[in-house]
């Protein structure tokens, strides 16, 4: 069975930083794009940012840019999201996600990304 477990969600205040943590099982996601969405009360889920398989490309939000890094570490399957400065706004569940192909979470929404996590919550108060 393929599961993307989060971890490292909680309570945060305006200005904390967090970092998110995804560990896969059941496969080697080689060739896949492994990333995050977000997703707010009453929101549609939201591009954070992905990384390749080889950790040569990234893509991240334009409300994350600049105030966060992903990573990815094949030899232990997981991939870690650090968010700096945080906001209000960043307030959501985040879920992990796999998608084969460069690019495909960027481009991709909830009917296509072939493998989801069960989201760890974040909340900022201000």
């Known amino acids: 069975q393929v599961q993307l477990v989060e971890s490292g969600g909680g309570l945060m205040q305006a200005g904390d930083s967090v970092r998110l943590s995804c560990a896969g099982s059941g496969r080697t996601f080689g060739g896949y794009d492994m990333g995050w969405f977000r997703q707010a009360p009453g929101k549609e889920p939201e591009f954070v940012a992905s990384?390749?398989?080889?950790?040569?490309?990234?893509h991240y939000s334009d409300s994350l840019k600049g105030r966060s890094t992903i990573s990815r570490n094949n030899g232990q399957n997981t991939i870690t999201l650090q968010m700096n400065a945080l906001k209000p706004e960043d307030t959501a569940v985040y879920y992990c996600a796999a998608n084969r192909g460069v690019g495909s979470l960027r481009d991709g929404h909830r009917s296509t990304v072939e493998y989801w996590g069960q989201g760890t919550q974040v909340t900022v108060s201000s």
């Open positions: 990384v390749s398989w080889l950790s040569t490309i990234t």
